[in-house]
């Protein structure tokens, strides 16, 4: 069952989530390098027949690759439990479920905003959203008791 955040309780979440995403945004990025560089230096080891292979190099990075793949699975895990949505890793932004008018709708927050400010329909993500305004605040709700 979804949980819905009022916009209060998504806001007071902003510092939490903040440190979340920027840690994740991070590690995914270190894990994309981590991988490509693996990835080079095996076709290049390939194209020249192994000759230049830093085995240690190597080595070092597979074991990166697994403990940042790993640090992302508990930070994704930890959102779940708090019921927030990560919509993407490479700008840090991410999804509160609320109800408004009746229907469910989602509060946007992005890495690089101060706090929650805008929220969009189900279908139509980050292109849709909207100012939250006087005429939303009056008709969104979130779970009784959170």
Known sequence: MARYFTLEQAQSLVPEVRRMLTEAVEA??????????????????????GVELDTE??????KRVGELGGRLKDIL???EE???????????????????RGEEVLICYQL??????YWHGLEEGFRGRKRIDRDFLDHHQGDPVH
Do not use: C, W
């Open 112 to 117: 690089n905003e101060t706090g929650v400010g």
């Open 77 to 79: 895990q930890q959102f």
């Open 82 to 100: 708090l019921g927030v949505q990560v919509k993407d890793l490479n700008v840090g932004l991410v999804d509160f479920p609320t109800k408004y």
């Open 57 to 62: 190099r190597l080595v070092m990075l597979r």
């Open 28 to 49: 995914r990025a270190e894990l994309e390098e981590s991988q490509q560089e693996i990835a080079e230096s095996m076709k290049r080891a390939h194209q020249m027949g």
